[in-house]
């Protein structure tokens, strides 16, 4: 879509390192026309000024480059990120805040619950950076169980919560054969003990 519409899309992967891997696998970083591929930090010896940013990089992920917005970019793609690296894409958003990022199967849910474990940026991280993020597509799957006093005496069952912007959220409950029935739609995200209630 993005380039049908005549923007420069760069895809973004965490680092050089990813980079290598990807150029060797597909021979290129410009896969097609206006996309291109880029890390969002560059190796410490290609971004380092001096001898001592050089050193310094050995040592700490803060000095392994710099996060630099690219002059012709109209939109960012970042795929592949892990919760260690979301600090690079709000950096990248502070250099160049008006061009926006898409972030694409990045497993934001499992990264929020790593903040503020050790080797991960801290919990303010979210309310600074990440519950800025409009959802414009998420699927949810859960499942449960509930403790019946009558045969089968356990009853699995699981739902989706399921979301398409600009649409509401939408509480499904597995009916089986893959079939989901809707069971709510809110415009505000249900917290997970809430999806639960709903689809119990």
Request: net charge neutral.
């Amino acid at each position: 879509y993005f380039v049908r519409e005549g923007k420069q899309v760069v895809i973004l992967v965490p680092d050089k390192d990813e980079l290598d891997l990807i150029e060797e696998g597909m021979g290129t970083l410009e896969p097609s026309a206006n996309v291109t591929i880029r890390a969002v930090r560059a190796r410490n010896s290609e971004s380092a000024e001096t001898m001592g940013e050089l050193l310094l990089g050995i040592f700490s992920r803060a000095a392994k480059g710099r996060v630099l917005p690219w002059y012709n970019a109209d939109i960012y793609i970042s795929v592949i990120t892990s919760g260690q690296e979301l600090p690079d894409l709000e950096a990248l958003h502070a250099a160049d805040p008006e061009k926006p990022i898409i972030f694409f199967n990045l497993n934001l849910e499992t990264h929020r619950g790593d903040l503020g474990l050790p080797a991960f940026p801290s919990k303010d991280l979210h309310y600074r950076f990440l519950s800025q993020i409009k959802p414009a597509y998420l699927l949810r799957t859960r499942q449960y169980a509930q403790t019946l006093s009558r045969p089968p005496f356990i009853l699995n069952y699981q739902g989706a919560l399921f979301r398409t912007y600009p649409g509401g959220y939408q509480c499904m409950l597995d009916t089986g054969n893959g079939r989901y029935r809707r069971v709510e739609t809110s415009r505000n995200r249900p917290a997970l003990n809430g999806f639960k209630d709903i689809i119990t």
